[in-house]
Nanobody, 129 residues
Framework: QLQPVESGGGLVQAGGSLRLSCAAS????????SGWFRQAPGKEREFVAA????????VYADSVQGRFTISRDSAKNTAYLQMNSLKPEDTAAYYC??????????????????????WGQGTQVTVSP
């Protein structure tokens, strides 16, 4: 069982930055793709960004493209989400999730919540106007 644990959320003014971390304990992190999702009150959980197990492929939601950057350090069993130019509409609980795959998989990581197997408890990000 690979259990992600998020950290780094908080309160920030619009235009500011935060970096979220996702530390994964358990099985070999390098054999898992990682993704970030978010859920605002009253809304469905939505895809934010994902990175392949090998780290060579990333995908982003249109709403965060150019502002957020996903990365990973497999030696530290940790994935990151650098969030810049934050907007009030980015306010949500952010969740890290993983699914098993090969680090040699040449394809893009999945955007669908149904593909992800292990989920963290979430960290709150609040962006004030």
């Amino acid at each position: 069982q690979l259990q992600p644990v998020e950290s780094g959320g908080g309160l920030v003014q619009a235009g500011g930055s935060l970096r979220l971390s996702c530390a994964a304990s358990g099985r070999t992190f390098r054999n898992y793709a990682s993704g970030w999702f978010r859920q605002a009150p009253g809304k469905e959980r939505e895809f934010v960004a994902a990175i392949s197990a090998g780290g060579g492929h990333t995908v982003y939601a249109d709403s965060v493209q150019g502002r957020f950057t996903i990365s990973r350090d497999s030696a530290k069993n940790t994935a990151y989400l650098q969030m810049n130019s934050l907007k009030p509409e980015d306010t949500a609980a952010y969740y890290c999730a993983t699914y098993p795959t090969s680090p040699f998989d040449g394809g893009s990581p999945d955007r669908s919540t149904s593909r992800y197997v292990h989920w963290g408890q979430g960290t709150q990000v609040t962006v004030s106007p």
